[in-house]
């Protein structure tokens, strides 16, 4: 069974399939991780997917009634937005106010495509800087990349990730958490998709993504679980 899943959600659909192939030891789960822009993109153009979990509602958005059994959809997770800067960096970066100002040059984003690219503008919107921000912008295509480009220690000052990417990181630290309400929930829905070959299989996983097991996955790498 083919479950696509946004990048941020590796580390923890990892751990929850060794949990499933007690449960269901005959079922061979095969993960297909990449920004929810790109996935969303690939099932468009009939990739072979029997569940998909996004990172951001547009993305599943684009996809309801024609590619998703809507009636399986659900909100699964929610995820908080932060700003990271390297471990040992000493620009006294410490709020996303301050991207705005010469204490940073240069900052990793997600691009406007990636759902933690859309909720960064967002941010910086609300702080009527994103016209300054854009143009200082190194873009990834998902939260990883970010993470990756502030971890490498390069000529990036600073970073906007999930705050469960950052807590898996070792080489950066987190600065802030964006101003509330700066943003819309970071909210992850999951759906079976309408060409699954496995129909069944695929909404039996969906349920137990919301079982006690599942669940204290999830909130031990920092998730929060929809109830």
Same mark, same amino acid.
């Given at each position: ?7 941020? +959600? ?25 920004? $929810?822009?790109?996935? =969303?993109?690939?099932? !468009? ?8 979990? *996004?990172? #951001? ?19 699964? +997770? ?5 700003? @990271? ?6 620009? #006294?970066?410490? $709020? ?8 940073? *040059? ?8 990636? &759902?933690?690219?859309?909720? $960064?503008? !967002?941010?910086?919107? $609300?702080?009527? #800087?994103?016209? @300054?921000? *854009? ?15 502030? !971890? ?32 819309? &929930?970071?909210?992850? &829905? ?8 496995? &129909?069944? /299989? /695929? =909404? ?6 919301? *079982? ?16």
């Amino acid at each position: 069974m083919n479950v696509f899943a946004a990048i941020s +959600l590796t580390k923890a659909l990892n751990r929850i399939a060794t949990l499933y192939k007690v449960v269901v030891p005959d079922l061979t789960l095969s993960f297909k991780f990449a920004s $929810s822009s790109k996935l =969303k993109t690939q099932i !468009e153009n009939g990739a072979d997917a029997d569940l998909f979990i *996004s990172a #951001g509602q547009k993305q599943m958005n684009d996809l309801t009634g024609k590619f998703t059994d809507d009636a399986t959809r659900r909100n699964l +997770l929610v995820n908080k937005v932060v700003l @990271i800067v390297p471990q040992n960096s000493t620009k #006294g970066i410490s $709020s996303f106010e301050d991207v705005l100002t010469n204490k940073v *040059s240069l900052v990793a984003l997600g691009n406007s495509a990636a &759902p933690i690219g859309q909720y $960064s503008e !967002e941010i910086f919107k $609300s702080l009527k #800087g994103w016209d @300054i921000v *854009s143009k200082k912008a190194f873009f990834g295509s998902n939260s990883k990349k970010v993470l990756a480009q502030v !971890e490498s220690l390069s000529v990036v000052d600073c970073g906007v990730v999930y705050a469960t990417d950052a807590a898996t990181a070792k080489n950066v630290k987190v600065v802030a958490f964006a101003p509330e309400g700066s943003h819309k &929930p970071v909210v992850y &829905p999951a759906a079976v998709l309408k060409g699954s070959k496995n &129909p069944k /299989a /695929a =909404k039996a996983f969906l349920d137990f993504l919301s *079982s006690p097991e599942a669940v204290a996955v999830f909130e031990k790498i920092g998730f929060g679980v929809v109830k």
